[in-house]
């Protein structure tokens, strides 16, 4: 699995903010949100399958984060969410 760029999405979010600072406009500014969300997503997608027992498979349009913790022995996964 490759690698999640941090810099990449400080870069992007700081970015989004200072258009909209400097600018005032909000489709820039929108377009840089929904690319700060994207990053974010899948972000929690790259991180959640890295590890053992859990999974998550990728989703549109949505805020949650849809985990499937069936795999993990022995616990309850529930308190950790």
């Not at 990053?39 to 949650?64: C, D, F, W």
């Given at each position: ?12 979010r700081h970015t989004a ?65």
């Amino acid at each position: 699995m490759k690698d999640f760029d941090f810099d990449a999405l400080t870069e992007r979010r700081h970015t989004a903010s200072l258009k909209w600072e400097r600018y005032g406009d909000r489709d820039i500014f929108l377009y840089g949100l929904l690319d700060y969300l994207r990053l974010n997503s899948r972000l929690v997608e790259q991180e959640i399958n890295s590890l053992e027992g859990l999974a998550m498979k990728h989703v549109e349009a949505t805020y949650l984060a849809w985990i499937d913790a069936r795999k993990i022995d022995g616990i309850s996964p529930g308190p950790f969410f």
